[in-house]
């Protein structure tokens, strides 16, 4: 079946440091969605990409979508201690299917 | 509108009991899905609905899950018997196929089963 692979698990970095996580799809993706999770808190979307090779950014945060649309990557430009949760990606693999596979996952820790 | 709305947020349940989880989507969503939330496993789909019609429920663990749709505001995610092994956070996200748009989480019902 699909799966949706993310790394790494766990990323501990110094305030003002970047941060990347990266998601790859066994499967060509329709679009990808991201969504960050707090602690004790529920996943909240972030932004939704479509486009093969599209980037979007958002303040400090910047998206990529693959150019063969089955990987993509977030990354986060002088980390902030408000940064700190966990980061899923979650891929359809059809834009007719309502079915959202999410990775496992990237939680990130921040020291002030 | 209040967002997807999850009860309870809390169970604690004895092994071999009946636990139901109760969901309701954000109106007009015409899309809902269960997840579940372990340590070791992640975000995992369960089963996802489309107009009130089981679409995907492979994710379903085994028998002793079950989930309904009876109609557009309302569904739930019952665990008969349950077993320690259910602890999780199990949440409910929706929303419109139609608009292709990201799914909106509720807060999450987090189970213990002891």
């Known amino acids: 079946g699909q799966q949706v692979m993310q790394i790494p698990q766990y990323q501990h970095v110094q305030e003002g440091e970047d941060f990347t996580t990266y998601c790859n799809s066994s499967t060509t993706l329709s679009n990808i969605q991201w969504y960050k999770q707090r602690p004790g808190g529920h996943p909240v979307f972030l932004i939704q990409?479509?486009?093969?090779?599209e980037v979007k950014k958002q303040k400090r945060l910047t998206f990529q979508f693959g150019e063969a649309k089955k990987n993509s990557s977030l990354h986060i430009t002088a980390t902030q201690t408000t940064d700190v949760g966990t980061y899923f990606c979650a891929g359809r693999r059809s834009s007719n299917t309502g079915k959202l596979i999410f990775g496992q996952g990237t939680t990130l820790q921040v020291k002030p | 509108d209040a967002g997807v709305i999850q009860s309870p947020r809390h169970e604690v349940t004895e092994m071999g009991q009946e636990v139901t989880l109760r969901c309701k989507p954000i109106?007009?969503?015409?899309?809902l899905f269960w997840y579940r939330q372990t340590m070791m496993r992640g975000l995992e789909l369960l089963i996802y609905?489309?107009?009130?019609?089981?679409?995907?429920d492979s994710g379903m663990p085994e028998d002793r899950f079950s989930a309904k749709m009876p109609n557009a505001s309302f569904s739930t995610l019952k665990i008969q018997p349950s077993e320690p092994r259910d602890s999780a956070v199990y949440f409910c996200?929706?929303?419109?196929?139609?608009?292709?748009?990201?799914?909106?989480f509720g807060q999450g019902t987090r189970l213990t089963v002891v």
């Open positions: 109106s007009g969503h015409n899309s």
């Open positions: 990409l479509v486009k093969s090779g």
């Open positions: 996200a929706s929303r419109s196929s139609r608009m292709n748009t990201e799914a909106f």
């Open positions: 609905f489309n107009n009130n019609v089981p679409i995907d």
